[in-house]
Every structure is written in structure tokens, then in C-alpha cells.
């Protein structure tokens, strides 16, 4: 691989998604490798959030329901997803928020597996689906949660396990696993899967129904530039739909919530997943953000994907040798997501140093820098900047400054 700028530039003018950065608004004079916490604002959305505002709440209030759509957003939001997860279009809602769904989901899978007591999940998972199934296993009666390394999972599940409930990209190692083997040493128990596909959806090949999985979840901000605390999504195979019951028993998820009757019963199918009434500005920028992929080929994503974290790995591997920075994330670009993460002993400092030159990334405690490469709009030549200056930083000790060291509420 050629390491100049120049070789960046010429890799930037070969590449079929070039066009696609345009379609972002993006700040000038930033490198942005953050799009997997929070992808960047698409050009489209101003304007459609204003129309949304003005005209379809302005002018056509409580008739837009009906005339925009509003009451069918969360399916036709999910059936756009459906594609980008190897799901069928009446699989996938758009509903609620990631840890929302990661109730819901886990709660309805463990009452679908009675007298089997463990929700297995690994140590170091985000923190929301570690909390929300301590949460679970504390509101149901005997349930427990148990953590096992990645690796000891496919061994570890017995005819005790209820549910196995994993991250299909790691948040911080952005390690990748494999979906399918999982999957399939569950139901060979009689477990059900969760998996969490936050860091997957819109950057790496998800294969929902190839891998007979049963449920998902993920979010909506990160690659899919759905905004700050865009609705998430969840997915919930055909064939369980009718046999899950949600613990969320709101008016949305009924059979017939204009009927208004005192008892519940749930709509078939996914639509019983719903739970209070959809976000709609919310929504709209979410389907802005998914727009931004129609027409976009997505293995040619992927492949783009792949390409900018290579890129990035072997110009640290050439530039920043010899400076206390240690890759945590795989070499192996089939066995991670769309980000790498790195440790430094300053981590946070080195983070906040890079901030100050332009370089979006982010810590991530203890130790971790973390560098996201959105295919739609990152360049090569973005990586090979980022790179230019983190190397600077680390041979000067810039980012060696009390300055860089002072901690703010969100890192
Ligand atoms: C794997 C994973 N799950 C869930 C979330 C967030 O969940 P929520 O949107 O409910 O805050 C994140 C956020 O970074 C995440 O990385």
C-alpha cells in the first residue's frame, strides 16, 4: 500500500462514493472520524425538518396522521433499515430508544423461555445492555445475569440459558463476531439471541435472516445520521413476531388503538413491539439520515469501509511507531467493524489534543483513543491527515498540556 498523500488523494479520485460527501454538511477545516457515536448532519435535513414543522404540523396539524404518514413512520422507517440488516421490510420497526428495546426484547425472549434462568452477555459489553439485563434479571422472578468472555460464549450456553444478549460490533475493540456460528450453537440449546447491532448498521454486512437470528436492536444517530438521540429500531424474526409478548403493553402496540377499549391485545406481528406514540420531527431527520443511502451499493460500502480503517492502520503502524500507541481493535478487516480504537497511556489528553487540531475521534475510559470511518463521507485523504497530525502530537508531546487534561461531562 502506498502511504503518500498523493496515493490518498488518487484513492479519493478512484472512489465510487466520492459524490457522497457533498451530500453532508460538513464543517470545513474538521476531520470528522466520529460518525459511529454521532454521524453528520445530511444536507437534506434542514429542509425537511422545516417542511415538517411548517407544513405537515403548521398547516396540516393533527390531519398529518393520516395525509404525511405520520402513524406508519415506524414501519415504513423500519422496512428503509430492512435491507442494511438482511431483514425482511415487516421485521424492523423504528421505535423507542436502543436501551428501550433492549428491554423489551430481553424481557419478552426470557418470558419465552420459561424455567431457564440465564441471560449470558460478555464483560465489557456497552453498559446500556449490561444494565438494562441486570435490570431484567432483577424484575423477573430467578433470573440472573452471567458474563463470560466473547470467546467462551459458543461453549458456555446450556439448556439454562434463556437468552444470549451481544454487541455484533464492540463498542470500544470494535471487534466483530460471528453472528451466524453464534446464532446457531443458541438454537442448537434452544436459547433465543439478541444482538445489538449500534455499531454494525450502515457500515458493516448484516445478515439477519441468513443467520436465522432471532432478535435486534440498534441505533439511529450513529451511521445511519439520524441526529442526536434519534429513534432506534428493533427487529424481531417473522416466525417469533406472534409468539412475543412486549413488557411495554402501550396503546401503539395494540391490535386496535383507535378503538380505545379497556382491555389489551396485541396487533400481530411486529407492530406489537410499538409502545407510545412516535417521535415524528425525530423521525423525519432519521429518514433524511437513511436516505443517504438509496443507491448506494453496499458492498461497495463496506469495501470502502475496510479500505479507510487499512489505510489508517498501516500509516500509524509506519508514522507513530515507537509511541505507546497499541491497537485494540483486529488487523483482520472481516473480524472488526468500522472503527479502531487504540490504547495510550493519555489517552484522554492525546484525545483532547487531537480535538484541538481538528481531529474528531474520542475517549474512551480507561485508556482508549477511538477513530470511526464513515464510508459515505469519510476521505481517504481524511485519514491521512488524521494520521499527519497524531503523529505530530506524539512526537512534539503536545498533547501534553494541563490544558487537554481538564475532563468535560460528555468525552
Ligand atoms: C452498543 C451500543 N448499544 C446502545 C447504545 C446506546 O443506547 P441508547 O441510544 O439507548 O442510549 C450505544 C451507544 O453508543 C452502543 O454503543
Same mark, same amino acid.
Request: aromatic share 8%; with cysteine.
Given at each position: 500500500?502506498?502511504?503518500?498523500?498523493?496515493?490518498?488523494?488518487?484513492?479519493?479520485?478512484?472512489?465510487?462514493?466520492?459524490?457522497?460527501?457533498?451530500?453532508?454538511?460538513?464543517?470545513?477545516?474538521?476531520?470528522?472520524?466520529?460518525?459511529?457515536?454521532?454521524?453528520?448532519?445530511?444536507?437534506?435535513?434542514? &429542509?425537511?425538518? *422545516?417542511?415538517?414543522?411548517?407544513?405537515?404540523?403548521?398547516?396540516?396539524?393533527?390531519?398529518?396522521?393520516?395525509?404525511?404518514?405520520?402513524?406508519?413512520?415506524?414501519?415504513?422507517?423500519?422496512?428503509?433499515? &430492512?435491507?442494511?440488516?438482511? &431483514?425482511?421490510?415487516?421485521?424492523?420497526?423504528?421505535?423507542?430508544? @436502543?436501551?428501550?428495546? $433492549?428491554?423489551?426484547?430481553?424481557?419478552?425472549?426470557?418470558?419465552?423461555?420459561?424455567?431457564?434462568?440465564?441471560?449470558?452477555?460478555?464483560?465489557?459489553?456497552?453498559?446500556?445492555?449490561?444494565?438494562?439485563?441486570?435490570?431484567?434479571?432483577?424484575?423477573?422472578?430467578?433470573?440472573?445475569?452471567?458474563?463470560?468472555?466473547?470467546?467462551?460464549?459458543?461453549?458456555?450456553?446450556?439448556?439454562?440459558?434463556?437468552?444470549?444478549?451481544?454487541?455484533? +460490533?464492540?463498542?470500544?475493540?470494535?471487534?466483530?463476531?460471528?453472528?451466524?456460528?453464534?446464532?446457531?450453537?443458541?438454537?442448537?440449546?434452544?436459547?433465543?439471541?439478541?444482538?445489538?447491532?449500534?455499531?454494525? +448498521?450502515?457500515?458493516?454486512?448484516?445478515?439477519?435472516?441468513?443467520?436465522?437470528?432471532?432478535?435486534?436492536?440498534?441505533?439511529?444517530?450513529?451511521?445511519?445520521?439520524?441526529?442526536?438521540?434519534?429513534?432506534?429500531?428493533?427487529?424481531? *424474526?417473522?416466525?417469533?413476531?406472534?409468539?412475543?409478548?412486549?413488557?411495554?403493553?402501550?396503546?401503539?402496540?395494540?391490535?386496535?388503538?383507535? *378503538?380505545?377499549?379497556?382491555?389489551?391485545?396485541?396487533?400481530?406481528?411486529?407492530?406489537?413491539?410499538?409502545?407510545?406514540?412516535?417521535?415524528?420531527?425525530?423521525?423525519?431527520?432519521?429518514?433524511?439520515?437513511?436516505?443517504?443511502?438509496?443507491?448506494?451499493?453496499?458492498?461497495?460500502?463496506?469495501?470502502?469501509?475496510?479500505?479507510?480503517?487499512?489505510?489508517?492502520?498501516?500509516?500509524?503502524?509506519?508514522?507513530?511507531?515507537?509511541?505507546?500507541?497499541?491497537? $485494540?481493535?483486529?488487523?483482520?478487516?472481516?473480524?472488526?467493524?468500522?472503527?479502531?480504537?487504540?490504547?495510550?497511556?493519555?489517552?484522554?489528553?492525546?484525545?483532547?489534543?487531537?480535538?484541538?487540531?481538528?481531529?474528531?475521534?474520542?475517549?474512551?475510559?480507561?485508556?482508549?483513543?477511538?477513530?470511526?470511518?464513515?464510508?459515505?463521507?469519510?476521505?481517504?485523504?481524511?485519514?491521512?491527515?488524521?494520521?499527519?497530525?497524531?503523529?505530530?502530537?506524539?512526537? @512534539?508531546?503536545?498533547?501534553?498540556?494541563?490544558?487537554?487534561?481538564?475532563?468535560?461531562?460528555?468525552?
Amino acid at each position: 500500500m502506498t502511504l503518500t498523500l498523493d496515493a490518498a488523494r488518487a484513492r479519493d479520485a478512484a472512489d465510487p462514493l466520492r459524490h457522497k460527501r457533498a451530500d453532508f454538511l460538513l464543517p470545513a477545516g474538521k476531520i470528522y472520524l466520529d460518525g459511529n457515536s454521532l454521524g453528520a448532519l445530511p444536507r437534506s435535513t434542514p &429542509a425537511r425538518i *422545516a417542511r415538517l414543522v411548517t407544513q405537515e404540523w403548521g398547516e396540516d396539524l393533527i390531519g398529518s396522521w393520516n395525509t404525511a404518514g405520520w402513524i406508519d413512520a415506524p414501519r415504513t422507517l423500519g422496512a428503509r433499515i &430492512a435491507p442494511l440488516i438482511g &431483514a425482511a421490510a415487516d421485521e424492523v420497526l423504528v421505535t423507542d430508544s @436502543t436501551s428501550v428495546n $433492549l428491554f423489551k426484547l430481553l424481557t419478552a425472549a426470557c418470558l419465552a423461555r420459561p424455567g431457564r434462568t440465564t441471560i449470558l452477555s460478555e464483560p465489557g459489553n456497552f453498559p446500556t445492555d449490561l444494565y438494562i439485563a441486570d435490570g431484567v434479571a432483577r424484575t423477573l422472578p430467578d433470573r440472573r445475569l452471567r458474563t463470560l468472555p466473547a470467546d467462551d460464549i459458543v461453549t458456555a450456553i446450556d439448556d439454562d440459558v434463556a437468552v444470549v444478549l451481544l454487541t455484533h +460490533v464492540h463498542y470500544k475493540s470494535g471487534r466483530r463476531l460471528d453472528m451466524a456460528a453464534i446464532t446457531a450453537a443458541a438454537h442448537a440449546q434452544g436459547a433465543l439471541v439478541l444482538w445489538d447491532l449500534s455499531h454494525s +448498521v450502515g457500515a458493516v454486512p448484516v445478515a439477519l435472516g441468513a443467520c436465522d437470528a432471532d432478535l435486534a436492536v440498534g441505533c439511529g444517530y450513529k451511521y445511519l445520521n439520524g441526529g442526536p438521540g434519534a429513534p432506534a429500531f428493533l427487529y424481531v *424474526a417473522r416466525a417469533l413476531q406472534d409468539a412475543l409478548r412486549s413488557p411495554l403493553t402501550g396503546w401503539m402496540g395494540h391490535d386496535a388503538p383507535f *378503538a380505545f377499549t379497556d382491555d389489551y391485545r396485541p396487533a400481530p406481528g411486529i407492530a406489537r413491539f410499538l409502545c407510545g406514540t412516535p417521535p415524528i420531527v425525530a423521525m423525519g431527520a432519521l429518514e433524511q439520515g437513511l436516505a443517504q443511502f438509496d443507491g448506494v451499493d453496499f458492498d461497495t460500502l463496506v469495501a470502502k469501509s475496510q479500505a479507510l480503517c487499512d489505510l489508517f492502520v498501516a500509516l500509524v503502524d509506519t508514522r507513530c511507531a515507537g509511541f505507546d500507541l497499541t491497537l $485494540l481493535s483486529p488487523r483482520d478487516a472481516a473480524a472488526r467493524g468500522s472503527h479502531l480504537s487504540y490504547a495510550h497511556p493519555d489517552a484522554y489528553a492525546l484525545c483532547q489534543a487531537l480535538i484541538a487540531r481538528g481531529v474528531t475521534g474520542d475517549f474512551r475510559a480507561p485508556d482508549a483513543v477511538r477513530f470511526g470511518f464513515t464510508p459515505l463521507y469519510t476521505s481517504y485523504e481524511d485519514v491521512w491527515r488524521a494520521v499527519d497530525i497524531l503523529a505530530d502530537l506524539l512526537a @512534539t508531546r503536545a498533547w501534553d498540556d494541563p490544558a487537554f487534561r481538564r475532563r468535560v461531562a460528555v468525552t
